[in-house]
């Protein structure tokens, strides 16, 4: 069993900044996992944001690339998100995900951005609300 808890939402000017960080606990380690966050926004689909294996091998949605830095710290159990030039399409519920894998497991890394519909396990979510 997994429990992810995101923090760090608020509300944030259109092209400023903000960092997510989600405390993951588990009966395995952290490193047996793929993580990510997918978000959702009223009167849209869920979308995948970004997601990383245990050796750091990212993927991002097309929207967010080169804005939206996915890392994790192992030592940690932690998970983080710094978003940058925020857009007011960034608005939404965000959600930390988590999904058994093994290092190098790139397909898995894809697909949780791709399919975040298929979530293991995700937290309670942060919302992030950016002001035109």
């Known amino acids: 069993r997994v429990q992810l808890v995101e923090s760090g939402g608020g509300e944030v000017q259109a092209g400023g900044s903000i960092k997510l960080s989600c405390t993951f606990s588990g009966e395995k380690a952290i490193s047996r996992y793929c993580l990510g966050w997918y978000r959702e926004a009223p009167g849209k689909e869920r979308e995948g944001v970004a997601a990383l294996d245990s050796d750091g091998s990212s993927d991002y949605d097309p929207s967010v690339k080169g804005r939206f830095t996915v890392s994790r710290d192992n030592a940690k159990n932690a998970l983080y998100l710094e978003m940058n030039s925020l857009k007011f399409e960034d608005t939404g519920m965000y959600f930390c995900?988590?999904?058994?894998?093994?290092?190098?497991?790139?397909?898995?890394?894809?697909?949780?951005?791709?399919?975040?519909?298929?979530?293991?396990?995700w937290g309670q979510g942060t919302q992030v609300t950016v002001a035109s």
């Open positions: 995900t988590a999904e058994s894998c093994n290092p190098g497991d790139y397909d898995v890394v894809h697909d949780m951005v791709v399919n975040p519909n298929v979530a293991q396990y």
